[in-house]
């Protein structure tokens, strides 16, 4: 199963099997009444603290994605990822899992960290 990463702004393409918005806040400008995403997985995300913290300091991401998998290892964090890899990595689902996030730069954002994470777990 492959996962990729896009902006909550981008459309849906075939391509997609299933989408999950992973932030834990609700982007800006989207209506709650769209129909965007199959799951928003708000535990997923990283703690306020946390993305506070890093402010998407590209000098911090090491850090910052460090700190991230350490959370993935603690509830809430790890109850979501669990529940992702229960639902998607059996073989009825095959295809791709979209991450799905506001943030304008996905190279150094939490969905990028997410998807090694996921990627490693689901191979």
Same mark, same amino acid.
């Given at each position: 199963? +492959?996962?990729?990463?896009? #902006? *909550?702004?981008?459309?849906?393409?075939?391509? +997609?099997?299933?989408?999950?918005? !992973? @932030? #834990? %806040?609700?982007?800006? &400008? *989207?209506?709650?009444?769209? @129909?965007?995403?199959?799951?928003?997985?708000? @535990? *997923?995300?990283?703690?306020?603290?946390? #993305?506070?913290?890093? &402010?998407?300091?590209?000098?911090?991401?090491?850090?910052?994605?460090?700190?991230?998998?350490? /959370?993935?290892?603690?509830?809430?964090?790890? $109850?979501? %990822? /669990?529940? *992702?890899?229960?639902?998607?990595?059996?073989? $009825?689902?095959? &295809?791709?899992?979209?991450?799905?996030?506001?943030?304008?730069?996905? @190279? !150094?954002?939490?969905?990028?960290?997410?998807?090694?994470?996921?990627?490693?777990?689901?191979?």
């Amino acid at each position: 199963m +492959d996962v990729e990463i896009k #902006r *909550i702004y981008e459309p849906a393409s075939p391509k +997609d099997n299933i989408r999950l918005f !992973i @932030d #834990r %806040l609700w982007p800006r &400008g *989207i209506t709650k009444s769209n @129909d965007l995403f199959d799951e928003w997985v708000k @535990d *997923i995300a990283p703690s306020s603290q946390l #993305r506070k913290w890093y &402010g998407h300091n590209r000098n911090l991401f090491p850090e910052f994605a460090n700190r991230y998998r350490q /959370e993935l290892q603690q509830p809430p964090a790890k $109850t979501a %990822l /669990e529940y *992702i890899l229960k639902k998607f990595a059996n073989s $009825t689902n095959t &295809g791709t899992i979209t991450l799905l996030t506001a943030t304008r730069e996905v @190279d !150094i954002s939490a969905a990028a960290v997410l998807r090694q994470v996921l990627q490693s777990k689901l191979k």
